[in-house]
């Protein structure tokens, strides 16, 4: 799969980084899949014809992974985030949806009102 040119984002405070990276290859989602308890690995078909972009968004601790906090779906048609879900499919955390907007703001891309 090929980037959709949708940069990625990165957020240092002190020993903590806040990434999103867009998940490029279909091990890669599906990993994400296995790592959150939701269905992204299906949505490879997706990539591939450029519907969507998927990312994720992890927190690392002194240079070791501590947490995926969200994995986000951007329609690229639409150029907007429609879905962003922390493991499990539930609701992302306060910290994790100020770095969301902050990224959306940067990269042009709306945020469907009920994420």
């Known amino acids: 799969m090929e980037s959709m040119r949708i940069e990625g984002y990165k957020f240092e405070k002190k020993e903590d980084i806040i990434s ?3 998940l490029l290859g279909s091990k890669l989602l599906r990993n994400e899949g296995r790592t959150m308890k939701h269905c ?3 949505y490879v078909t997706q990539c591939r014809t ?3 972009a998927i990312f ?4 690392y601790s ?7 906090l969200a ?3 951007v329609n690229l048609e639409l150029k907007r985030i429609v879905q962003a879900r922390s493991k499990a ?6 910290e994790a949806r100020k770095h969301l907007n902050i990224w959306a703001d940067s990269q ?5 009102p009920y994420l």
């Open 62 to 68: 002194l240079g070791m992974l501590n947490a995926t």
């Open 56 to 59: 994720s968004m992890k927190k």
């Open 108 to 112: 042009g891309l709306g945020i469907n």
């Open 40 to 42: 992204v690995g299906s």
């Open 20 to 22: 999103l990276e867009e």
């Open 50 to 52: 450029g519907k969507s």
């Open 71 to 73: 994995t986000i779906e």
């Open 89 to 94: 499919n539930s609701i992302i955390s306060e």
